[in-house]
C-alpha cells in the first residue's frame, strides 16, 4: 500500500520561506511524475501548485513560477517544494500526489497523502 506523507508546514509572515516535503513509502511502484496541491480555507477547490516528472522536468502554476520550486529524489522517493517570498494568498493545505501514469498537472489517478498546512500571514 502506497503511502505519502508530507511534512514542513507552518506558520511564516509575508515573504518568508518553507520548505514542504513528501515521502513516499510502500509497494514498488514507479511513480511517472509527483505533485503538489492545495486547497484553500474549506469551500475552495483543491489546485494544482507544481509538478515534476520521472525525468526531471517541471511544471508550475502562473502565480508561483519564479518563488516555489518542487524537486526530487528518486532513489528516496522524496518529494520538496521550497516555497520563497510567500503571500498571504499561498495560504492552504498542501497535498503531496502521485501517478504511475501521467504528469500530475490534472485530475489526479494515483495516490494523495493528506497535506500540511501553510499560512502566511501579513
Known amino acids: 500500500q502506497v503511502q505519502l506523507v508530507e511534512s514542513g508546514g507552518g506558520s511564516v509572515q509575508s515573504g518568508g520561506s518553507l520548505r514542504l516535503s513528501c515521502v513516499a513509502s510502500?509497494?514498488?511502484?514507479?511513480?511517472?511524475?509527483m505533485g503538489w496541491f492545495r486547497q484553500p480555507p474549506p469551500g475552495s477547490r483543491r489546485e494544482w501548485v507544481a509538478?515534476?516528472?520521472?525525468?526531471?522536468?517541471?511544471h508550475y502554476r502562473d502565480s508561483v513560477e519564479g518563488r516555489f520550486t518542487i524537486s526530487q529524489h528518486n532513489a528516496e522517493k522524496t518529494l520538496h517544494l521550497q516555497m520563497n517570498s510567500l503571500k498571504p494568498e499561498d495560504t492552504a493545505r498542501y497535498y503531496c500526489?502521485?501517478?504511475?501514469?501521467?504528469?500530475?498537472?490534472?485530475?489526479?489517478?494515483?495516490?494523495w497523502g493528506k497535506g500540511t498546512q501553510v499560512t502566511v500571514t501579513s
Open positions: 500526489a502521485a501517478e504511475t501514469v501521467g504528469m500530475c498537472t490534472g485530475p489526479i489517478d494515483g495516490y
Open positions: 510502500g509497494g514498488t511502484h514507479n511513480f511517472s511524475c
Open positions: 509538478a515534476i516528472t520521472s525525468d526531471g522536468i517541471t
